[in-house]
């Protein structure tokens, strides 16, 4: 029996002392004007409060985004981080860019005194039409300096705007100087146009090569190059309605066009 009274009260402790090493945590989110445009931002704030002791904590916020605080001893700024560098390999880079980007400071470091509590905020924008898979949701990512770090998702109010349409194609040879691309516009658009656009070997604009209609998702157009070379092919797409935006293919796609064979 004083065995198991014993381990009784060496639990109580040990779970007393974890409580009091993790904050308690709270996370709202409002809309900072519309959501129904652009630019739709969610301001999102994250409560942290101590427990009997001082909480030492790392926190940063995805989608990334400037993190503000108060109620808390602040650390030494960290370095700023922008948007990561990507390039394709031919001529046309359009990369989608839905959210708002730095720089900004990859994360915080703060101290909350003993029963205080700390106040994040930050600001998740959407500057241009956004995939359908994006949302103006934030996740906060803290890690204490005892114990594990974890994640808290912070939902957001729905972005009522318009959508990027995600455009992608292959190009397939169907005989001499001739070609059908087959291509998809999430998401399964069913209004508006792909344009077919292609830079002619050693041109230095592109021009329109085909006009195609979106039909559940999916689109088709022939394209028959005047010479062999290489040549490079992206797609626009152009709207019809209010619940989409002009959006186009990220990179060009390179073709080499034999001319016999």
Same mark, same amino acid.
């Given at each position: ?25 709270? =996370?709202?989110?409002? *809309? ?8 739709? @931002?969610?301001?999102? &704030? ?12 790392? @926190? ?5 985004? *400037?993190? &503000? @605080?108060?109620?808390?001893? @602040? ?5 700023? &981080? ?13 990369? %989608? ?35 359908? #898979? ?16 974890? #994640? ?12 990027? =349409? ?8 169907? /005989? ?11 998401? #399964?658009?069913?209004?508006? %146009? ?13 021009? *329109? ?18 010479? /062999? ?29 034999? =001319?016999?064979?």
């Amino acid at each position: 029996m004083l065995r198991t009274t014993a381990l009784a009260v060496f639990l109580t402790l040990a779970l007393t002392a974890a409580a009091q090493a993790n904050p308690s945590i709270t =996370v709202t989110s409002a *809309r900072v004007g519309s959501t129904a445009k652009l630019p739709a @931002v969610v301001r999102h &704030t994250l409560r942290l409060t101590a427990g009997a002791t001082s909480e030492a904590l790392t @926190v940063s916020v995805s989608p990334a985004a *400037r993190i &503000t @605080v108060s109620g808390a001893t @602040v650390g030494p700024p960290v370095p700023q &981080t922008g948007p990561s560098i990507a390039a394709c390999e031919g001529r046309w880079t359009r990369f %989608h860019r839905g959210y708002a980007e730095g720089p900004y400071p990859s994360d915080v470091t703060f101290t909350i005194p003993p029963g205080q509590t700390a106040t994040l905020t930050a600001d998740v924008q959407f500057v241009t039409a956004p995939w359908e #898979d994006q949302t103006l949701d934030a996740t906060w990512s803290i890690d204490p300096a005892t114990g594990n770090d974890f #994640d808290v998702v912070s939902t957001a109010p729905a972005y009522g705007g318009p959508l990027g =349409v995600e455009l992608n194609f292959q190009v397939e040879r169907t /005989g001499p100087l001739a070609y059908v691309v087959t291509g998809t516009a999430a998401p #399964d658009v069913s209004s508006g %146009h792909v344009e077919l656009w292609a830079y002619a070997p050693k041109a230095k604009k592109a021009r *329109r090569v085909a006009r195609v209609a979106v039909r559940d998702g999916e689109w088709s157009a022939r394209f028959k190059p005047s010479k /062999g070379g290489l040549w490079e092919l992206y797609a626009r797409y152009r709207t019809a309605r209010k619940a989409f935006a002009n959006d186009t293919s990220q990179c060009g796609t390179i073709v080499g066009v034999a =001319v016999s064979g």
